[in-house]
């Protein structure tokens, strides 16, 4: 039987045995058995194969997804469109910028949808032009409001101004002198209350629909299903629509034109009602 020469005392032991039996050492396996441990360290073990998942998406994304690519979304913006142009037949100077603005925002998120998820930046846009609608609100109505302090300190002098001021409009100067002859008391009064008027209504309508949007684009980016005054502003878009429906009946014996803007601008409130009950009817 072959032997083997112990690594510790050099005694001569047999192959077969695992510790020599003199000194007890322990006997290393032949070299052709002995393990390989240098390779097996610097052996890279296999790795799972790798399955692309599927990207998280925000359920509300989602949904705006589907509201920016229904077809009525589409009719949405052909008629803002019409709506715009419109009042610009009767006089180009008669252009409304924010309205110009949102309705190039609305052909932006449309382009949007036919390639991607809205894009919420983009969403933002719609957001801004309707805040600035809000702030610009306010500023009439503070300007009615200082007419109105004004007003219960006026003079024939500061009556004669306002006079001519509006001498160049439709308002007839016989009839703002009667009103006047009133005097400043009952005008302040009045300007007073429709600045009060406009405060309110700005706040519980536009302030509530840009809440409404803003809400829209944050809580795609912040993963968050939750929207602000859906119900309001639902209920506010219906209002809307029959204030604009009653504007374009009543302008049909005047202009045509105008009775169509307002037509189209009673169907957008309708139709982005519609959109609103159809893709965010569960959310609060």
């Not at 949904?63 to 037949?89: E, G, H, N, R, W």
């Not at 109105?148 to 439709?170: N, P, Y």
């Not at 009060?196 to 684009?217: D, E, P, Q, R, T």
């Amino acid at each position: 039987m072959k032997k083997m020469i112990c690594s510790y005392c050099q005694s001569e032991i047999d192959n077969n045995l695992q510790h020599c039996p003199v000194c007890g050492a322990p006997v290393p396996p032949p070299a052709d058995k002995a393990p390989d441990y240098f390779s097996q360290a610097n052996e890279v073990p296999a790795q799972p194969a790798f399955i692309p998942q599927a990207p998280m998406i925000n359920p509300l994304h989602t949904k705006t997804d589907m509201l920016v690519k229904d077809a009525l979304f589409l009719v949405i913006c052909i008629l803002q469109t019409v709506a715009t142009a419109l009042p610009l037949i009767n006089d180009v100077r008669s252009f409304n910028v924010l309205s110009i603005l949102i309705t190039v925002f609305l052909w932006v998120i449309f382009a949007d949808s036919k390639k991607d998820l809205p894009n919420p930046s983009h969403i933002r846009l719609v957001s801004g032009t309707l805040f600035a609608y809000y702030v610009i609100l306010y500023v009439l109505a503070g300007i009615l409001a200082l007419c109105g302090i004004i007003c219960f300190f006026a003079s024939s002098t500061i009556a004669s101004l306002f006079t001519d001021a509006f001498s160049s409009q439709a308002i007839i100067n016989s009839e703002f002198d009667r009103i006047f002859s009133l005097g400043g008391g009952v005008i302040g009064f009045a300007f007073l209350i429709v600045a009060a008027m406009i405060v309110l209504i700005n706040y519980f309508s536009y302030g509530k629909i840009h809440k409404f949007v803003k809400s829209c684009y944050e809580n795609i980016q912040s993963g968050v299903n939750a929207l602000e005054n859906r119900s309001a502003t639902s209920a506010w878009l219906i209002i809307f629509a029959v204030f604009l429906g009653l504007g374009a009946l009543g302008s049909i014996s005047n202009s045509i034109i105008t009775a169509l803007a307002y037509g189209c601008q009673t169907a957008i409130c309708i139709l982005a009602y519609l959109l609103i009950k159809k893709n965010y009817y569960e959310y609060n």
